[in-house]
């Protein structure tokens, strides 16, 4: 297909003023929709109808003479064919330079303008490189210096932890030092006082100052056994009880010149929980009143032959709920309501209770005892009233 560009001009208006342009595209275009089977016959009726009728050419579309139900909603023939077939050139329609020179300066503009951006473009990615580099650095280096601090701590910790062991050590061992050099001290005293005891044939007797060293040099002493020392005085025991407060066990038999002030002083030690006492008339009902609120672990009482004991005494004792172990043999002045009170408070723990020699109790606080479902011992001789 030849193009209409390079024709002569009069012709190009030509066809343009009878608008044959139109004609082409409509009947060309019924023609591809249509497909009638002779096109030169269907040609020949279009061109007659529009010879014919003029309002037909007046109205005429590219959709003119396709049929109703088959018309497109695009056009058929498509404009830049409909260009290159009728578009021609005149003398008009060549570039004149002032043409060029503002083509050349659009397209420089552009140019720059496309640079400029690519470059603007560029350089904002180089930033955020740089800015996204200088904070993986600046990270890099707080982890690095995190990790040489953590690194330092744990050697400062694991230091740290080595000294204290090694103070410990040294702190047990100048503990173990001065303990046996104040036993060493508390018994060079102790056999100078045997030597001269022996050179002058009195009684080998522990004095307070004695008693003041083992109670420095054994500040673990949990039992001591003080029978048989008919010498004891008060201020032994207090001697004894001025560093030593972690007596658990405490036996005093045949000490007679004990008094309140010495057993007040054994209150002090609040882990006791076992005391025997046999053969003191100076222990009041006081001592006991001391001991029971002061010491609530007690759970093994004897306290016999102490006929100043009276039902004030046994009333204190019910306040301790552990009691395991009672005996207060030989206390003569015990009447039925306190025992019975003492065995009803006791009985969940009570397995042993002497009462020998109570001769004021009879059978009514003695029936008590068959609440105390634990108890194992129970000696009731020289109970007279007990029937």
Same mark, same amino acid.
């Given at each position: ?64 003479f396709i049929d109703q139900k088959n018309r497109p909603k695009n056009r058929v023939v498509k404009a830049s064919v409909l260009d290159f077939l009728w578009s021609y050139e005149d003398e008009n329609s060549q570039p004149t330079p002032e043409m060029y020179q503002k083509a ?113 040099? %054994?500040?673990? +002493?949990?039992?001591?056994? /003080?029978?048989?020392? =008919?010498?004891?005085? $008060?201020?032994?025991?207090? !001697? #004894? ?8 066990n405490v036996s005093i038999m045949n000490s007679p010149f004990l008094s309140d002030a010495a057993f007040k002083c054994l209150a002090s030690c609040k882990k006791l929980n076992k005391i025997r006492v046999e053969g003191n ?13 002061? %010491?609530?672990? +007690?759970?093994?009482?004897? /306290?016999?032959?102490? =006929?100043?004991?009276? $039902?004030?005494?046994?009333? !204190? #004792? ?53 609440? %105390?479902?634990? +108890?194992?011992?129970?000696? /009731? ?7």
């Open positions: 297909m030849t193009s209409l560009k390079n024709c002569d001009p009069q012709l190009r208006r030509y066809l343009l003023v009878h608008r044959l342009p139109d004609i082409f595209e409509a009947i060309v275009s019924a023609l591809a929709v249509n497909c009638p089977r002779d096109p030169q016959a269907f040609i020949l009726e279009k061109l007659k109808l529009i010879i014919n009728y003029e309002e037909v050419l007046d109205d005429l579309r590219w959709d003119s050349y300066n659009l397209y420089n503009v552009k140019l720059k303008k496309s640079c400029f951006s690519a470059w603007m473009r560029y350089h904002k990615y180089m930033r955020r490189k740089k800015a996204l580099l200088a904070k993986k650095l600046e990270n890099a280096q707080i982890w690095h210096q995190r990790r040489v601090q953590r690194i330092h701590l744990e050697y400062w910790i694991a230091w740290v932890s080595e000294r204290k062991e090694r103070q410990n050590v040294i702190s047990t061992r100048i503990r173990r030092v001065l303990a046996i050099s104040l036993l060493r001290v508390v018994f060079d005293a102790w056999h100078s006082v045997a030597v001269d005891a022996r050179k002058t044939k009195e009684y080998f007797e522990i004095t307070e100052e004695g008693y003041k060293y083992i109670s420095m040099g %054994c500040g673990t +002493l949990t039992t001591i056994i /003080l029978n048989q020392l =008919p010498g004891l005085r $008060d201020g032994c025991i207090q !001697a #004894l009880t001025s560093e030593c407060r972690t007596l658990k008339n100076r222990l009041t009902d006081a001592s006991v009143k001391v001991l029971a609120r002061s %010491c609530p672990l +007690l759970e093994h009482v004897y /306290l016999v032959d102490c =006929p100043r004991m009276t $039902d004030l005494a046994l009333k !204190a #004792l019910a306040t301790s709920k552990h009691l395991h172990v009672v005996n207060v043999a030989d206390c003569v002045r015990a009447t039925n309501k306190v025992a019975a009170n003492v065995i009803h408070k006791c009985r969940p723990f009570l397995g042993h209770l002497n009462l020998r020699g109570c001769y004021n109790l009879s059978s009514e606080s003695i029936k008590l005892t068959a609440q %105390c479902r634990n +108890l194992q011992d129970l000696n /009731l001789s020289e109970c007279s009233g007990v029937t």
